[in-house]
């Protein structure tokens, strides 16, 4: 699903330099990366997704090379094709929940927005137990309840990748399990293959392989 080869990226003005020089996720693979604060986790999920370009190499998602695509046709594949949790949420404002959930619908030709999908934004939201709050905007939500509403988010357009950064962070223990079942339900379901970005250790046996981003950083001085 995921091939990384020989990627290099750093920030313009910024000491850190990522060096990938191999990484691979198979269909259906559950894999969770590990690894200190600042050491580029979340610089590659946002690779891997198409919103960073890397400065060398090559990062192939379900057979297209997602650096090579002219902007709006990687936005839209990143759409189509994976699944976003992000660390800040990403959640808009000005949007309820529900739309939130379904915006994926309103920014991606490919994607159509059927009954379907909103019965699954309605499922989906009341198995994270949020389904009472979805004409609410994400300002009158707790931290807990804005994250269950970006999972929701990643989950409703049934990615082939699920790209999850810190997305059970702000739970307390029980919804931590509850959530990780219900994107690996969904992930079953769909097919899809998992990268997880995590602290909490308490949730790595139940991934099928756990990557320690430690290996990857390169001193800043290199
Ligand atoms: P992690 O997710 O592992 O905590 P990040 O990928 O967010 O780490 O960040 C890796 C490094 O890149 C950090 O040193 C961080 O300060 C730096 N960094 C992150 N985003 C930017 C940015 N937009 N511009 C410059 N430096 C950045
Ligand atoms: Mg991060």
Redesign the pocket.
């Known amino acids: 699903m995921v091939t990384v080869e020989n990627l290099t990226f750093r920030?313009?003005?910024?000491?850190?330099r990522?060096n990938v020089p191999q990484f691979a996720l198979a269909e259906n693979e559950r894999v969770a990366i590990v690894?200190?604060?600042?050491?580029?986790?979340?610089?590659?999920l946002?690779l891997i997704a198409g919103i960073l370009t890397p400065e060398a190499g090559r990062i192939v998602v379900a057979g297209t090379d997602v650096a090579g695509l002219p902007d709006v046709q990687r936005r839209r594949f990143r759409a189509s094709t994976i699944g976003f949790v992000f660390?800040d949420f990403a959640l808009l404002d000005y949007l309820s929940a529900r739309q939130n959930i379904l915006y994926p619908y309103r920014i991606t030709p490919a994607l159509t927005l059927d009954a379907a999908a909103r019965d699954r934004a309605e499922a989906l939201a009341a198995s994270c137990g949020i389904g009472d709050k979805l004409d609410r905007h994400p300002t009158a939500l707790s931290q807990g309840e804005q994250q269950r509403v970006a999972i929701c988010r990643a989950l409703v357009t049934q990615p082939k990748l699920i790209l999850s950064?810190e997305a059970t962070g702000n739970l307390d223990p029980d919804s931590k399990a509850r959530i990780l079942d219900l994107l690996f339900a969904q992930a079953a379901e769909a097919g899809a293959a998992v990268l997880a970005?995590t602290h909490d250790h308490e949730l790595l046996p139940r991934f099928e392989r756990v990557l320690d981003?430690a290996q990857f950083r390169e001193s800043e001085d290199a």
């Open positions: 920030y313009g003005g910024s000491g850190f990522l690894g200190p604060s600042g050491s580029g986790k979340t610089t590659l946002n660390q950064d970005v981003f």
